[in-house]
């Protein structure tokens, strides 16, 4: 059982690194020019779309995994 859920925590510490590594690697820099003043609200919304979505996807991929331990540890 101690296996099962040390490999969901360092899944979940990986993907909590890989998530900050992409927010301020490629989100940080991120800007739009072309849409005059509002290219800073424009350039927001699209930062907090994708963090969103990265959030999503990280809460689905943590869910799977769970699951597929909770089995395998149960034998079903």
């Known amino acids: 059982m101690k296996s099962g859920l040390y490999g969901f925590l360092f899944a979940m510490w990986v993907l909590i690194l890989l998530g900050g590594g992409i927010m301020v690697v490629l989100l940080g820099p991120f800007s739009i020019q072309q849409?005059?003043?509002?290219?800073?609200?424009?350039?927001?919304g699209i930062k907090v779309i994708v963090a969103l979505v990265l959030v999503v996807i990280w809460i689905l991929i943590l869910s799977k995994l769970k699951n597929?331990?909770?089995?395998?540890?149960?034998?079903f």
């Open 35 to 44: 849409f005059g003043d509002f290219h800073w609200a424009i350039a927001s």
């Open 68 to 75: 597929y331990i909770f089995k395998k540890e149960l034998n």
